[in-house]
């Protein structure tokens, strides 16, 4: 918490500031409008956020090194390397951003076990909602 002051005469007046961290996210998927409507989810909870078309894109845009995130949500079928792989590549690469697969195959035991074993910390099914994900939003913003 900060504390601002400002002075008036020989009033000085002090209040409290609430001092948060934003929300820094890449959203990788290959379908436009699934990339648009979880931009506009983390906008309207005041994040930022950075595009990738694939995972080989989230891939590079770790290995060029000017890359923090504090969230990816990271799509699982996708051309050129999936969200399988990628997620994998990302924590070998020593990625500790919290990472959530979000997938039509959610439901599916075998392919979510497959794509969590990979490195996620969270599966999601499609499509995603600001309520679904406002927990875990939470959850990584008081860590």
Same mark, same amino acid.
């Given at each position: =918490?900060?504390?601002? +002051?400002?002075?008036?005469?020989?009033?000085?007046?002090? $209040?409290? #500031?609430?001092?948060?961290?934003?929300?820094? &996210? *890449?959203? &990788?998927?290959?379908?436009? #409008?699934?990339? $648009?409507?979880?931009?506009?989810?983390?906008?309207?909870?005041?994040?930022?956020?950075?595009? @990738?078309?694939?995972? %080989? %894109?989230? &891939? !590079?845009? /770790?290995?060029?090194? !000017?890359? +923090?995130?504090?969230?990816?949500?990271?799509?699982?079928?996708?051309?050129?390397?999936?969200?399988?792989? @990628?997620?994998?590549?990302?924590?070998?690469? $020593? #990625?500790?951003?919290?990472?959530?697969? #979000?997938?039509? *195959? @959610?439901? !599916? %035991?075998?392919?979510?076990?497959?794509?969590?074993? @990979?490195?996620?910390? /969270?599966?999601?099914?499609?499509?995603? +909602?600001?309520?679904?994900? *406002?927990? *875990?939003?939470?959850?990584? =913003?008081?860590?």
């Amino acid at each position: =918490m900060a504390t601002t +002051s400002t002075s008036t005469g020989d009033i000085k007046k002090t $209040k409290s #500031v609430e001092v948060k961290k934003k929300l820094n &996210v *890449l959203i &990788v998927d290959d379908d436009t #409008v699934i990339r $648009k409507l979880h931009e506009n989810i983390i906008k309207s909870i005041g994040g930022i956020s950075q595009t @990738a078309k694939n995972g %080989e %894109e989230a &891939v !590079n845009i /770790h290995r060029d090194g !000017n890359a +923090s995130f504090d969230l990816i949500l990271m799509d699982k079928e996708m051309p050129e390397r999936d969200g399988l792989s @990628a997620t994998k590549k990302l924590r070998e690469m $020593k #990625v500790t951003s919290m990472i959530i697969g #979000v997938t039509t *195959l @959610a439901d !599916n %035991e075998e392919e979510r076990k497959a794509f969590m074993e @990979a490195g996620l910390n /969270h599966c999601l099914a499609k499509p995603l +909602s600001k309520a679904k994900i *406002l927990p *875990l939003i939470n959850n990584l =913003m008081d860590a």
